[in-house]
């Protein structure tokens, strides 16, 4: 219990600085959206040491063959998931407003996915949702003039809270199993491992200019919007990368 009070100030701090940034991206995003767009790709690219410093050439045909592979299949998965998307017009929003059946059970599989993206190196779990088309239907759930607890009905307040439940569920799920499987990845196959993660760190940009949240915008977005983001994505991308190098990520290894 004193562990506990000791523990509660940051906890609660945890939480309502997670709520700031949610507001603030999403307020962000609606505003300048490449702009916000931008900055996470830079930093996401920034990473690049991390992958890289664990690369190395294959010892004969086998193994390059593999590292290939690996490599190519995480950057399709990553690169596919947003162009399908934003091809399809898929959309959430309307599904998960209208708590369409499957959407209890999709929101679970979000929850999974952005857990396992929390485990790799470059990648959020907010990216991931929003790639998908999961994260401001979710953040708009909760947040702002659209949130559940300004609706009359309360099934739907009720239905809501379980949705935010299951997205809890598939997160825990998630984490666990990522961790499980990463350890277990890095530790008998550690040099694919990071050809793995460096084709979803690439995956992942693309998906980030490419899906269903942000390309219909794209006729609509502002010049200096575009100029903005492409600023901030290269700063950002030097900032991290010189935090990334990787010397340092050696020294955190030791």
């Not at 929003?93 to 190196?121: D, H, Q, S, T």
């Amino acid at each position: 219990k004193k562990n506990f009070m000791i523990l509660l100030p940051f906890l609660l701090g945890l939480l309502f600085g997670a709520l700031a940034a949610f507001v603030g991206i999403q307020k962000g995003y609606k505003a300048a959206p490449f702009t916000l767009t931008g900055l996470f790709a830079g930093l996401v690219l920034g990473s690049f040491p991390v992958a890289a410093s664990e690369l190395k050439k294959g010892e004969n045909a086998k193994s390059k063959a593999v590292h290939i592979v690996a490599f190519l299949l995480c950057l399709f998965i990553a690169a596919g998931l947003g162009i399908i998307t934003a091809l399809t017009d898929f959309q959430l929003k309307e599904p998960l407003n209208n708590r369409v059946w499957w959407m209890y059970l999709f929101i679970v599989l979000a929850g999974i996915i952005a857990a396992f993206a929390c485990v790799i190196p470059g990648i959020s779990g907010s990216m991931s949702m929003m790639v998908i088309g999961m994260y401001y239907p979710v953040l708009d759930s909760y947040i702002g003039k659209d949130a559940i607890w300004h609706s009359e009905d309360k099934t739907f307040i009720i239905t809501g809270i379980v949705l935010g439940v299951l997205l809890a569920i598939g997160i825990l799920i998630g984490l666990v199993l990522s961790s499980k499987i990463m350890k277990k990845l890095l530790s008998s196959y550690r040099v694919s491992t990071f050809y793995g993660i460096l084709g979803l760190i690439i995956g992942s940009v693309i998906s980030m200019f490419v899906n269903s949240t942000i390309y219909p915008l794209y006729p609509t977005i502002q010049t200096w919007d575009y100029i903005t983001g492409s600023v901030l994505g290269v700063v950002a991308f030097g900032i991290t990368f010189f935090l990334t190098l990787p010397k340092k990520v050696q020294e955190i290894k030791e």
